[in-house]
């Protein structure tokens, strides 16, 4: 087991049952296994304070779910003044690389 932050281990249950509902559908992406995954068992023990769980759940509702490839209303993480962090639309790797 890694030492430093990660050093609580998770019960295997724990990974099991969340796996478990994932409805093993292989062209979806099972959004709330992974909010369950990353809110409750790699961070929810280490968030103590009620407010900073609420705002671990707001951000995972906010950055994780199917609307990050909504077509028609596209997800920007950020948009600014010559700048627009947005998810780049499905190519080649070249094209990524080359942006």
């Not at 099972?30 to 968030?47: D, K």
């Not at 993480?77 to 690389?97: A, C, L, N, Q, T």
């Amino acid at each position: 087991m890694p030492s430093g932050l990660w050093c609580t281990p998770l019960p295997s249950s724990t990974l099991t049952k969340a796996s478990e509902n994932s409805s093993g559908d292989s062209d979806s992406i099972p959004w709330g296994t992974l909010r369950y995954l990353i809110g409750e068992a790699m961070y929810g023990g280490r968030v103590s304070d009620s407010f900073d769980r609420r705002i671990l759940t707001t951000y995972l509702d906010e950055y994780m779910g199917d609307f990050l490839f909504d077509t028609f209303q596209s997800f920007h993480f950020y948009m600014g003044r010559g700048v627009d962090y947005s998810i780049p639309k499905r190519g080649e790797h070249s094209r990524y690389v080359a942006a």
